[in-house]
């Protein structure tokens, strides 16, 4: 799959969108489905693929950008100008493993707190391309990680709230000056 919106992978000293963080409102809101892919979407796409790779993020979804739309960019390797990266409108997961693998995430509305969260560790999502043509893709390991992490946010679900260690959660939100009470737990 190679997207047709092409954007230099690059850090922009001024990205065209603001990311937010966690405690503002715009995360906790349920995205809506796109009704068509067009030029509006292709242009979103775009800004948010510079915003991400400036931001040194590998996912974004339109919610942490104040756009209410099902919308998600990914690149897993944001270093390597071959891959192309992978954009998801109005993404279901079809099915998902049995098993689960427990790895540290990080999110670009929660700068600099890392903490284990458990997700399946295969995952097989519908979506439609940045063309509006439907897909099918089966994701495995980062991908599949990245691809649920940013669904969560078109759900108005945070990685923050499906850590288990409430310890840790604290712990790391207070050292990096967000409040606990801005998690709503779903673990």
Do not use: W
Not at 22 to 46: H, S, Y
Request: aromatic residues 2%; charged residues 25%.
């Amino acid at each position: 799959m190679t997207s047709e919106v092409v954007v230099e992978k690059k850090k922009l000293a001024n990205p065209p969108l603001e990311v937010h963080h966690l405690g503002d409102r715009v995360l906790r809101q349920p995205a809506k489905r796109v009704a068509k892919v067009d030029a509006e979407i292709r242009e979103l796409v775009r800004e948010m693929l510079q915003t991400m790779y400036s931001k040194d993020g590998i996912g974004l979804a339109a919610p942490q950008v104040a756009v209410n739309k099902q919308v998600i960019v990914i690149d897993c390797e944001p270093d390597n100008a071959a891959n192309p990266p992978l954009v998801l409108v109005n993404p279901v997961i079809k099915q998902a493993s049995r098993s689960i693998c427990v790895i540290q995430e990080g999110c670009l509305s929660i700068p600099g707190v890392y903490l284990d969260v458990k997700r399946p560790t295969t995952i097989e999502v519908v979506f439609k391309d940045e063309m509006g043509r439907p897909q099918t893709l089966k994701a495995t390991e980062l991908l599949a990680r990245v691809i649920q992490h940013e669904m969560d946010h078109l759900n108005g679900v945070l990685f923050v709230d499906r850590v288990e260690n409430q310890l840790a959660l604290t712990q790391e939100l207070s050292k990096h000056g967000f409040s606990v009470h801005a998690v709503k737990s779903v673990a």
